[in-house]
Protein backbone atom coordinates (compact mmCIF):
# COMPACT_ATOMS: atom_id res chain seq x y z
CA UNK A 1 0.00 0.00 0.00
CA UNK A 2 2.77 2.44 0.95
CA UNK A 3 4.09 1.86 -2.49
CA UNK A 4 0.85 2.17 -4.14
CA UNK A 5 0.60 5.70 -2.61
CA UNK A 6 4.14 6.64 -3.37
CA UNK A 7 3.01 6.08 -7.26
CA UNK A 8 0.29 8.33 -7.03
CA UNK A 9 2.39 10.96 -5.76
CA UNK A 10 4.80 10.99 -8.17
CA UNK A 11 2.34 10.60 -10.90
CA UNK A 12 0.70 14.38 -9.41
CA UNK A 13 4.25 15.62 -9.09
CA UNK A 14 5.85 14.47 -12.25
CA UNK A 15 3.08 14.25 -15.04
CA UNK A 16 2.86 17.83 -15.79
CA UNK A 17 6.24 17.96 -17.18
CA UNK A 18 5.38 15.67 -20.14
CA UNK A 19 1.79 16.79 -20.76
CA UNK A 20 0.97 17.90 -24.04
CA UNK A 21 -1.97 20.48 -22.83
CA UNK A 22 -3.11 20.19 -19.18
CA UNK A 23 -5.47 22.46 -17.06
CA UNK A 24 -6.51 23.24 -13.62
CA UNK A 25 -10.38 22.73 -12.64
CA UNK A 26 -13.04 21.56 -10.03
CA UNK A 27 -15.38 18.03 -10.27
CA UNK A 28 -18.34 17.92 -7.63
CA UNK A 29 -21.34 16.34 -7.47
CA UNK A 30 -23.66 13.50 -5.33
CA UNK A 31 -22.44 10.31 -3.67
CA UNK A 32 -24.89 7.47 -3.84
CA UNK A 33 -22.75 4.87 -1.45
CA UNK A 34 -23.74 1.75 0.29
CA UNK A 35 -21.56 -0.90 2.64
CA UNK A 36 -21.78 -4.18 1.17
CA UNK A 37 -21.46 -7.05 2.98
CA UNK A 38 -21.83 -10.96 2.71
CA UNK A 39 -24.89 -12.97 1.84
CA UNK A 40 -24.73 -14.40 5.15
CA UNK A 41 -27.91 -14.25 7.04
CA UNK A 42 -26.01 -14.06 9.86
CA UNK A 43 -25.58 -10.53 9.10
CA UNK A 44 -29.14 -8.94 8.02
CA UNK A 45 -28.80 -6.39 10.90
CA UNK A 46 -25.88 -5.02 9.27
CA UNK A 47 -26.76 -4.58 5.71
CA UNK A 48 -27.42 -1.19 4.40
CA UNK A 49 -29.47 0.55 1.70
CA UNK A 50 -27.57 3.53 -0.13
CA UNK A 51 -27.51 7.13 0.82
CA UNK A 52 -27.00 10.30 -0.35
CA UNK A 53 -23.78 12.07 -0.10
CA UNK A 54 -21.85 15.02 -1.75
CA UNK A 55 -18.20 15.24 -3.02
CA UNK A 56 -16.10 17.93 -4.46
CA UNK A 57 -12.27 18.33 -5.44
CA UNK A 58 -9.57 19.83 -7.86
CA UNK A 59 -8.32 17.90 -10.67
CA UNK A 60 -5.46 18.31 -13.72
CA UNK A 61 -6.47 17.33 -16.30
CA UNK A 62 -3.84 16.20 -18.91
CA UNK A 63 -4.58 16.09 -22.58
CA UNK A 64 -1.98 13.88 -24.24
CA UNK A 65 -3.67 13.24 -27.61
CA UNK A 66 -7.24 13.44 -28.45
CA UNK A 67 -8.21 9.67 -27.66
CA UNK A 68 -6.75 10.04 -24.27
CA UNK A 69 -6.28 12.29 -21.34
CA UNK A 70 -4.99 11.45 -17.54
CA UNK A 71 -6.40 13.50 -14.60
CA UNK A 72 -4.89 13.39 -11.33
CA UNK A 73 -7.78 14.18 -8.79
CA UNK A 74 -8.08 15.37 -5.17
CA UNK A 75 -11.54 14.81 -3.57
CA UNK A 76 -13.74 15.04 -0.12
CA UNK A 77 -16.35 12.29 -0.68
CA UNK A 78 -18.94 11.42 1.67
CA UNK A 79 -19.88 7.84 1.68
CA UNK A 80 -21.28 5.08 4.26
CA UNK A 81 -24.36 3.52 4.06
CA UNK A 82 -28.14 3.89 5.24
CA UNK A 83 -28.84 0.79 8.04
CA UNK A 84 -32.16 -1.27 7.31
CA UNK A 85 -32.58 -2.19 10.97
CA UNK A 86 -33.82 0.59 13.10
CA UNK A 87 -31.50 -0.62 16.08
CA UNK A 88 -28.37 0.67 13.90
CA UNK A 89 -27.39 4.18 12.84
CA UNK A 90 -26.50 5.07 9.43
CA UNK A 91 -23.10 4.62 8.86
CA UNK A 92 -21.42 8.05 7.92
CA UNK A 93 -17.73 8.54 6.50
CA UNK A 94 -15.81 11.32 4.99
CA UNK A 95 -13.17 10.62 2.88
CA UNK A 96 -9.87 12.30 1.52
CA UNK A 97 -9.39 10.44 -2.06
CA UNK A 98 -6.14 10.95 -4.50
CA UNK A 99 -7.00 9.88 -7.52
CA UNK A 100 -5.28 8.69 -11.22
CA UNK A 101 -8.11 8.85 -13.58
CA UNK A 102 -8.02 7.41 -17.41
CA UNK A 103 -9.94 9.49 -19.80
CA UNK A 104 -10.21 7.72 -23.17
CA UNK A 105 -12.32 9.31 -25.95
CA UNK A 106 -14.34 7.45 -28.62
CA UNK A 107 -14.24 10.40 -30.93
CA UNK A 108 -11.34 12.79 -31.89
CA UNK A 109 -13.49 15.67 -30.78
CA UNK A 110 -12.69 15.08 -27.08
CA UNK A 111 -16.02 14.98 -25.81
CA UNK A 112 -17.86 11.68 -25.00
CA UNK A 113 -15.34 9.72 -22.98
CA UNK A 114 -14.40 6.29 -20.95
CA UNK A 115 -13.59 6.72 -18.09
CA UNK A 116 -11.36 4.14 -15.63
CA UNK A 117 -8.80 4.89 -12.42
CA UNK A 118 -7.75 3.96 -9.27
CA UNK A 119 -8.52 5.66 -5.74
CA UNK A 120 -6.38 5.43 -2.29
CA UNK A 121 -9.49 6.91 0.18
CA UNK A 122 -8.15 8.23 3.75
CA UNK A 123 -10.74 7.97 6.30
CA UNK A 124 -11.18 11.95 8.26
CA UNK A 125 -13.79 11.03 10.01
CA UNK A 126 -16.36 8.44 11.05
CA UNK A 127 -19.56 8.19 13.49
CA UNK A 128 -18.87 4.90 14.38
CA UNK A 129 -18.18 5.92 17.90
CA UNK A 130 -22.07 7.16 17.98
CA UNK A 131 -22.84 3.61 17.06
CA UNK A 132 -21.29 2.01 19.80
CA UNK A 133 -24.30 0.73 21.31
CA UNK A 134 -25.59 -0.83 18.50
CA UNK A 135 -21.98 -2.79 17.84
CA UNK A 136 -21.24 -3.95 21.09
CA UNK A 137 -19.80 -2.00 24.09
CA UNK A 138 -16.17 -2.23 23.21
CA UNK A 139 -16.39 -0.74 19.93
CA UNK A 140 -14.29 1.77 19.57
CA UNK A 141 -13.39 4.61 16.54
CA UNK A 142 -11.21 2.17 15.33
CA UNK A 143 -13.59 0.46 14.06
CA UNK A 144 -13.54 1.43 10.38
CA UNK A 145 -10.51 1.19 8.77
CA UNK A 146 -8.23 4.50 7.87
CA UNK A 147 -7.77 3.60 4.60
CA UNK A 148 -9.52 2.17 1.41
CA UNK A 149 -8.37 1.22 -2.17
CA UNK A 150 -10.37 1.32 -4.81
CA UNK A 151 -11.08 0.63 -8.85
CA UNK A 152 -14.18 2.55 -10.91
CA UNK A 153 -15.46 2.92 -14.02
CA UNK A 154 -17.79 5.52 -16.02
CA UNK A 155 -18.87 7.53 -18.85
CA UNK A 156 -18.36 11.73 -19.66
CA UNK A 157 -19.21 14.50 -22.18
CA UNK A 158 -16.95 17.42 -22.14
CA UNK A 159 -18.05 20.40 -23.70
CA UNK A 160 -16.22 23.39 -25.63
CA UNK A 161 -16.50 25.32 -22.79
CA UNK A 162 -14.91 23.06 -20.35
CA UNK A 163 -17.83 21.65 -18.58
CA UNK A 164 -17.85 17.88 -18.40
CA UNK A 165 -20.70 15.83 -17.28
CA UNK A 166 -20.10 12.63 -15.53
CA UNK A 167 -21.04 9.15 -13.70
CA UNK A 168 -19.29 6.39 -11.97
CA UNK A 169 -18.99 3.76 -10.15
CA UNK A 170 -16.37 2.78 -7.65
CA UNK A 171 -15.79 -0.21 -5.62
CA UNK A 172 -13.31 -0.22 -2.60
CA UNK A 173 -11.22 -3.62 -2.17
CA UNK A 174 -10.98 -3.16 1.36
CA UNK A 175 -12.72 -4.19 4.23
CA UNK A 176 -14.14 -0.84 5.77
CA UNK A 177 -14.71 -2.68 9.43
CA UNK A 178 -12.04 -3.79 11.06
CA UNK A 179 -11.55 -7.08 12.25
CA UNK A 180 -12.68 -7.07 15.53
CA UNK A 181 -16.42 -5.36 15.02
CA UNK A 182 -17.10 -8.75 13.14
CA UNK A 183 -14.58 -10.96 13.77
CA UNK A 184 -17.58 -13.65 15.42
CA UNK A 185 -20.35 -12.64 12.59
CA UNK A 186 -18.68 -12.48 9.15
CA UNK A 187 -15.24 -13.83 8.07
CA UNK A 188 -12.93 -12.64 5.46
CA UNK A 189 -14.19 -13.67 2.34
CA UNK A 190 -17.41 -12.07 3.59
CA UNK A 191 -15.89 -8.47 4.07
CA UNK A 192 -17.47 -5.22 4.65
CA UNK A 193 -16.47 -3.24 0.93
CA UNK A 194 -17.35 0.11 0.40
CA UNK A 195 -19.69 0.52 -3.16
CA UNK A 196 -20.92 3.81 -4.55
CA UNK A 197 -22.33 5.38 -7.34
CA UNK A 198 -21.40 9.42 -8.75
CA UNK A 199 -23.44 11.58 -11.09
CA UNK A 200 -21.68 15.31 -11.29
CA UNK A 201 -19.87 17.69 -13.26
CA UNK A 202 -16.11 19.17 -13.25
CA UNK A 203 -14.90 22.56 -15.20
CA UNK A 204 -11.75 22.94 -16.73
CA UNK A 205 -9.87 26.65 -16.44
CA UNK A 206 -8.22 27.05 -19.88
CA UNK A 207 -5.18 29.64 -18.54
CA UNK A 208 -3.65 29.93 -21.61
CA UNK A 209 -6.70 31.84 -23.28
CA UNK A 210 -6.93 33.67 -20.39
CA UNK A 211 -3.34 34.69 -20.32
CA UNK A 212 -3.49 35.47 -23.84
CA UNK A 213 -6.42 37.86 -23.31
CA UNK A 214 -4.66 39.72 -20.71
CA UNK A 215 -1.45 40.07 -22.94
CA UNK A 216 -3.41 41.95 -25.57
Keep these: MKKLILILTLTFSF ?22 IG ?15 LYIGAILNIQYSDSYAFQPEITYSNQGGKAKSS ?3 DENIHYLSLAATNKFFIKKDKRFHIL ?12 MIENKSAYGEDSNNDN ?11 LGYQFDSGLTL ?14 EIF ?6 REGSRNSLFQFG ?3 TFDLKKKSKKIVK
Design 15 to 36: TSQAQKEANWGIRAGVNYSTIS
Design 39 to 53: SSNQINRYEFNYKKG
Design 144 to 154: ITAIDFALFTG
Design 166 to 179: EARYKYGFLAVFSD
Design 116 to 127: IGANVDFNLRDN
Design 183 to 188: ENIINR
Design 87 to 89: ENK
Design 201 to 203: MAY
